[in-house]
């Protein structure tokens, strides 16, 4: 485990320092970056309309939900971005090389690359948590900053859980892109609180399960909601959905190594 964080952080050093090399690159990103969530912010903003509610939710709320959002999406952009070349590599044959070595090969794929747009990106995720949840009176609790952590730790596993399955996909379809657009769809929603949609949205929600990634911690954080009960739920929520996508994986490889010879 030492042998990967050293890897790790060498990825890192060297990913960030070949972005920045090209100032322009870097300015697009950071572009990007502030025009989208500035304007999913503003849409928000304006969607609460005169009485400044959307489903009992006051506007603090929903960009809390927002921030909480772009937090947990930060793991998947800065650590996995290199999931959107798998379809690539299994086609090219470039994937064998993940059977070489002693590794997980969602661990592998981590070593891939690292986007420092995930940087920035938990920066205005945190921004946007601490600028919603200032008026609320929870904030001002012992409890409220550990809860955070562990709650927005949860979600971005399991944020990253669904799109690695997503991308896991590769190992059955020939084009993933149907697959990971929808998924991408469907997870954007989940920056919305569940009660704004009808009963087959909200049925489609916990299924996936997209009220855990925002929607839950937001209840647990802001509005009393137990948060004992949220703990256990979104970490039995984890621990699935890491299962799941380890066997989703596994079988794939398998597959593919059968079908390769």
């Known amino acids: ?5 050293t890897l ?24 990007g970056i502030a025009s989208t969530t500035l304007t999913s912010a503003a849409t928000v903003w304006l969607l609460a ?4 509610q959307i489903a009992g939710w006051d506007r603090g709320g929903l960009i809390f939900m927002q921030g909480l959002m772009i937090v947990s999406y930060s793991l998947q952009s800065a650590c996995f971005n290199a999931q959107y070349w798998l379809e690539t590599w299994l086609k090219d044959g470039n994937f064998l090389r993940f059977y070489l070595r002693p590794i997980h090969p969602v661990v592998l794929l981590s070593l891939e690359r ?31 900053i550990p809860a955070f952590i562990v709650l927005a730790a949860l979600s971005a596993l ?13 190992f059955w379809m020939g084009d993933t892109f149907p697959v990971l657009m929808t998924t991408g769809r ?19 929600f916990q299924v996936l399960p997209l009220a855990v ?14 948060l004992p009960a949220t703990l256990v739920g979104m970490t039995l929520f984890a621990a699935t959905g890491l299962w799941l996508l380890d066997r989703m994986w596994k079988a794939g490889m398998r597959r593919y190594e059968g079908a390769g010879g």
């Open 1 to 5: 485990m030492k042998r990967y964080y």
């Open 8 to 31: 790790f952080s060498r990825l890192v050093i060297a990913d960030t320092k070949a972005k920045l090399a090209d100032r322009a690159d870097f300015f697009l990103i950071m572009l």
């Open 49 to 52: 309309g005169s009485t400044g």
């Open 114 to 144: 690292f986007h420092p747009q995930g940087i920035p990106l938990f920066m205005v995720g945190i921004a946007y948590c601490v600028f919603g949840a200032q008026h609320y009176a929870a904030v001002h609790a012992w409890w409220f």
């Open 158 to 170: 399991i944020y990253l859980a669904i799109n690695l399955i997503a991308a896991g996909s590769a």
């Open 186 to 204: 469907l997870t954007e929603m989940a920056r919305y609180p569940v009660d704004i949609f009808p009963a087959l949205g909200r049925a489609v």
């Open 213 to 226: 990634l925002a929607y839950w911690p937001a209840q647990a954080l802001l509005k009393d909601t137990s």
